[in-house]
């Protein structure tokens, strides 16, 4: 059962070369463009989360860039997984999240949690190449 339409990819050995030939950046509410540099990591920036559109199928992912595996750590996670929450509900018209509707966001936070926590141990359900490809955020637990 897929709730959510927008596959999760979640990679911790990623090359900018095949990001950018596989995919555009979101960079507005509809604008896609090329990465060309965009997301490059800074001395502060241990990961990224951005929308993406793949370039073949022309379908919209959730992609969460671990820079410096090492240094990601729950708070990360956690951090990320917050900026997936945020961008879906977005894009699929949830409330924005207060106090009576939190619960849907936060399973989506647990979930992406998890994700990435999966890809760190080495432990993702598919993988695709170099990108760890994991499950729609649809049916929970892998
Ligand atoms: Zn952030």
Request: hydrophobic share 35%.
């Amino acid at each position: 059962m897929v709730l959510y339409p927008f596959p999760l990819l979640v990679s911790k050995n990623f090359d900018w070369k095949e990001l950018e030939e596989n995919f555009w950046i979101v960079t507005g509410e509809n604008t896609c463009e090329d990465f060309n540099g965009k997301l490059e990591p800074t001395a502060t920036r241990c990961a990224h989360t951005c929308e993406v559109v793949s370039k073949s199928d022309e379908h919209m992912y959730y992609m969460i860039l671990l820079y410096r595996p090492d240094s990601v750590g729950a708070g990360t996670m956690a951090h990320e997984a917050g900026h997936v929450s945020t961008f879906l509900g977005h894009r699929l018209g949830f409330q924005e999240r207060n106090f009576e509707n939190d619960e849907p966001y936060a399973y989506i936070d647990q979930f992406v949690a998890d994700c990435i926590d999966s890809v760190l141990k080495d432990k993702p359900k598919e993988m695709n190449g170099k990108l760890y490809k994991l499950n729609t955020i649809d049916n929970g637990k892998q």
